[in-house]
């Protein structure tokens, strides 16, 4: 049913993509992009092409090799992972029967999907894009609702262009003020989910607003809304403005220009109501780190590890009420679709120059989230400056973000962690995850123990 | 996809909230393309002392004797949060597992429970932590949760109770709309033209 009156930009992008077949049941929500990796796109490709369906339009499904893919310079199909190659020579070839568009290992455009779907314009204001990835959120930074599936929904989405979707309630998280030097999206999205759990945003479509969402550029906005699924939530989306326009103009697959009316209309009316609304105060955030093995076990930096679960206190062998400040970390790790693109290792190596990782740390790397980035970066000395400070610099894939794309720590071992996922065993069995800004990792291996990002950019100012 | 209609088993608690698809099946133990040869992975972290020797951890719920043949699991919170990786479902699925009684679901793990015959049942907790290890019957078609003398009803959409009850498959069932999709398809060409791409490589 089409709604009247003032609507939100979730119920305008639903509305447009609702297909009414006539009969009742939940709604045919029409997909406007597919993409896959070869984590999960080789299963759901196969599986088709077993039950002999074809997919509906090839030129509208994407695929890339970034999960398990090799991040050592000099890379080709061989893999960290015992038996990781297959996913890779699999995908490469059902893709190839399908018909659709792969970015390859050693392809100029290969990257992690939720970056290279943006940078290549793939992702629109206003269209539908589905990936079974739970990451795919992050592409709502550009005004369009992307959301993960698992597999067998995939395959439904390429073979009839659309999806069977119950309608999901609507949210409006509003960061009002600004925020203060050293404080980034990735610890607005932190202080959210700490604040309104983990599964704060069930059943939920949320649209990021206010102030300090518009003030974001559109990288930091990828940052805040690839955080969407560790709140639960179907899809993170912020409606897009000139800014929005500006990043999309020139790109491979975006229009030739954006004088549409239909990318004016995308934005909530005035009026228009919302199932649940929360607002915090963006001027009050401080850099955030977790201290658990949940997202919603996230603490500003300089506070007290609060009473959690025993079993995460265990895991991660810090007591309630111990100081975060000075713990010892063993890995550092700049990479990931949350804190990859360009500006993140921009703000990283302004902060590392000049300094050098402690000489107690056992690794830190930076991976950067596409082969394009990694030429910006490295056209701009940018690898120079984090190789410079005792960072090895890497070919651009998911890494050290999860267990399968890295290597190997002792059990035990502490990493402080660009990434989005604190789980146990995320990093591998045993691995003492922390998550945070590209900055704090930063600051956090210069010191050798975790550290307040804003300290050591004082001391570079000096 | 086997239909689900009723089951009667015991319900073996994993009472945590927050269970992540990286506990469920861990990426280590997705060893090919494949939808199968899960089992063995279901849960590794927590149901193996040590993983590389599968020695089980006689503590895990599912290892105790009383779990033997157990085709209900019941959960904390955020249930199957985490990675969308569909395997999580699979590996469940493989091991015999029919049915998930949760405080709440993440929503894409939920979706893939429909997709494979897998029951996600939402209760509020405290009736979650009353079933833990009662011999206890899901009434699919009744819409019920029988333990001994106590009964809840169980709400699920139209949609997926159908597909669960009739193990539709669901591409099927949406191509029976094509028609409906092409119109949709057309008019939306003229109206968004730019969405369209060309096949370029
Ligand atoms: S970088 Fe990490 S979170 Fe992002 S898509 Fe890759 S594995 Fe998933």
């Not at chain 1, 077949?21 to 299963?43: K, P, Y």
């Not at chain 1, 190659?85 to 290992?105: H, M, P």
């Not at chain 2, 269970?19 to 099946?25: G, Q």
């Not at chain 2, 002392?49 to 904390?76: C, H, Y």
Request: aromatic residues 6%; hydrophobic residues 40%; charged residues 20%.
């Amino acid at each position: 049913m089409t709604s009247t009156g003032p609507k939100t930009l979730f119920e305008k992008i639903w509305d447009t993509h609702r297909i009414d077949t006539g009969t009742s049941g939940a709604g045919l929500v029409a997909i406007d992009r597919v993409f896959l990796h070869e984590r999960t796109g080789a299963a759901a490709l196969k599986s088709m092409a077993a039950a002999g369906r074809p997919v509906r339009d090839p030129a509208r499904v994407f695929a890339v090799m970034d999960h398990i893919v090799d991040t050592r310079i000099g890379r080709g199909d061989g893999t960290l992972m015992e038996g990781g190659s297959a996913f890779i020579t699999e995908t490469r070839a059902a893709a190839k029967a399908a018909g659709i568009t792969l970015f390859d290992v050693n392809d100029p455009d290969q990257g992690i999907t939720h970056v290279i779907s943006p940078e290549l314009g793939i992702v629109l204001p206003g269209v539908t894009l589905v990936a079974p990835d739970s990451h795919t959120c992050t592409q709502g930074a550009l005004g369009a609702l992307a959301w993960g599936i698992g597999s067998s929904e995939a395959e439904h989405a390429m073979a009839t262009g659309t999806l069977r979707i119950e309608k999901p309630k609507t949210m409006r998280v509003t960061f009002t003020g600004q925020l203060a030097p050293g404080v980034t999206a990735k610890d607005m999205a932190l202080a959210l989910i700490a604040a309104h759990g983990a599964g704060g945003g069930a059943g939920h479509a949320v649209e990021f607003a206010g102030e300090a969402v518009e003030a974001l550029d559109i990288e930091a906005r990828m940052t805040l809304c690839n955080m969407a699924t560790e709140f639960s939530a179907m899809a993170g989306f912020i409606a897009p403005d000139a800014k929005t326009f500006e990043y999309l103009a020139g790109r491979r697959y975006a229009p030739a220009n954006f004088e549409d009316p239909y990318w004016q209309t995308l934005s909530t009316d005035d009026g228009a109501t919302f199932d649940t609304e929360i607002v915090i105060d963006a001027a009050s955030l401080a850099p955030m780190v977790s201290w658990g093995t949940s997202p919603q076990h996230s603490m500003p930096i300089d506070g007290a590890v609060p009473q959690g679960p025993q079993r995460a206190h265990q895991y991660i062998d810090l007591a309630p009420g111990a100081a975060m400040l000075g713990t010892p970390i063993d890995v550092a790790f700049v990479g990931s679709c949350t804190n990859a693109r360009l500006s993140d290792l921009r703000r990283a190596a302004a902060l590392v120059k000049g300094h050098k990782v402690a000489d107690s740390i056992k690794k830190a790397m930076v991976v950067p989230g596409s082969s394009s980035v990694k030429r910006a970066a490295e056209a701009e000395g940018l690898d120079t400056i984090f190789t410079e400070a005792g960072f090895e610099w890497r070919a651009s894939g998911c890494s050290l973000c999860f267990f399968a794309g890295g290597e190997r720590f002792p059990e035990g071992s502490r990493t402080i962690s660009s990434t989005n996922r604190n789980f146990e065993g995320r990093q591998g069995p045993g691995i003492r995850t922390h998550i945070a800004s590209p900055e704090t990792v930063i600051a956090s291996a210069v010191a050798g123990v975790i550290a307040d990002p804003r300290e050591l950019a004082k001391e570079s100012a000096q | 996809m086997t239909p689900f209609t009723t089951l009667t088993s015991v319900a073996v608690p994993i009472l945590r909230d927050n269970v992540d698809t990286d506990a469920i099946i861990p990426s280590r133990e997705m060893k090919s393309t494949g939808r199968t040869g899960l089992a063995e992975g279901l849960f590794a972290p927590w149901r193996y002392s040590d993983v590389a020797a599968r020695t089980p951890d006689p503590t895990f719920e599912l290892n105790m004797p009383e779990a033997k043949g157990g085709q209900v699991i019941l959960g904390g919170a955020n249930f199957g949060c985490g990675s969308s990786r569909e395997h999580a479902v699979w590996a469940l699925v493989e091991y015999g597992i029919r049915c998930v009684i949760a405080e709440s679901f993440a929503p894409i793990f939920r979706a893939n429970c429909i997709r494979n015959g897998v029951l996600p049942i939402t209760l509020p907790r405290a009736d979650v932590d009353a079933l833990a290890w009662q011999e206890i019957t899901v009434d699919l078609p009744a819409q019920m949760v029988t333990a001994g003398e106590t009964t809840h009803s169980l709400t699920i959409e139209d949609e997926p109770r159908t597909m669960l009850l009739e193990g539709l498959d669901v591409i099927d069932l949406t191509l029976k709309a094509l028609p409906a999709i092409e119109a949709w398809t057309d008019a939306d060409r003229t109206a968004r033209p730019w969405v369209y791409l060309e096949k370029t490589a």
